[in-house]
């Protein structure tokens, strides 16, 4: 990687958020479901679970939907000869396990990525509630927004290069789970190397190189044990327009 712009600063990183925009699409639905956990929702089972702990295993059958009130979860397949892939991380608002309502076994594991709190909520009374609420369109555009990102991860899985598709994941987390500072954004909680690689499918040690590289060129650092972006140059590399 070679060097074009400074690197991000570790010691100054500017407290004060940039304005944020009106909540739109997937944000809003988030938005309006952790609303009605509180209200119509509020007498369903709440889950706390430790870090590392599972919030559901595959090979399940419980019909469950679990909505994420605090923290952040990760899912993930393992392959039969015990290969992991990292398939999506969540936070605050974020619905996962729709498998439950298919009522057929689940095929993901969902391993909470710090201590978290989740509503249990039944599929059939998730819907129900959605449909009075006149929130199943909504739902369904969010579900659709997941699928365009799954199949963005798939295509930059198959057409990019190792370094660049860590890049391309790295920007799509800064989006997910960024809290913006200035012109970077800090991902939290803290995501090692090893999940990093389950993502793109890689070695730690690959990522701990890609990564080097990545500071030396200023478009990542880590603070306080957090990473930090510089998400439009991290859009540049993808895109191209910085060489590698």
């Known amino acids: 990687m070679e060097h074009h712009r400074t690197r991000p600063a570790t010691t100054d990183i500017p407290a004060q958020r940039a304005a944020a925009p009106a909540a739109t699409g997937s ?4 938005a309006k479901l952790r609303a009605l956990c509180a209200t119509r929702l509020n007498d369903t089972p709440t889950l706390i679970v430790s870090r590392r702990g599972h919030v559901y295993t595959d090979g399940g059958r419980d019909r469950c939907i679990y909505v994420i009130e605090t923290g952040q979860v990760k899912t993930l397949m393992i392959t ?3 290969k992991r892939c990292l398939l999506s991380i969540f936070g605050a608002g974020d619905v996962l396990g729709e ?8 095929s993901d594991t969902a391993v909470a990525l710090e ?3 989740l509503r ?21 555009r969010h579900l659709g927004e997941r699928v365009l990102e799954q199949q963005k991860i798939i295509v930059d899985m198959v057409t990019m290069e190792c370094e660049r598709r860590l890049a391309a994941r ?13 012109r970077l954004v800090v991902i939290r909680p803290r995501i090692t190397q090893e999940e990093l690689a389950e993502m793109i499918g890689t070695t ?8 080097k590289r990545f500071r030396e060129a200023g478009l ?6 957090s990473l930090v972006v510089d998400d439009q140059l991290l859009g540049e590399y993808v895109e191209g327009r910085l060489p590698a």
């Not at 039944?122 to 509630?129: A, C, K, Y």
């Not at 790295?170 to 200035?182: V, Y």
């Not at 990542?220 to 044990?225: E, K, R, T, Y």
């Open 27 to 30: 944000a809003c639905f988030r």
């Open 80 to 82: 039969g000869s015990g």
């Open 99 to 106: 498998m439950g309502l298919l009522g057929s076994e689940r």
């Open 115 to 117: 201590k978290v709190t």
């Open 120 to 140: 249990q909520i039944p599929g059939d009374r998730f819907l129900s509630v959605l449909a009075e609420e006149g929130l199943l369109p909504e739902y369904v």
């Open 170 to 182: 790295l920007l799509l987390l800064s989006e997910q789970l960024g809290t913006r500072r200035g």
């Open 204 to 211: 730690r040690s690959r990522v701990g190189l890609f990564l």
């Open 220 to 225: 990542v650092d880590m603070v306080h044990g």
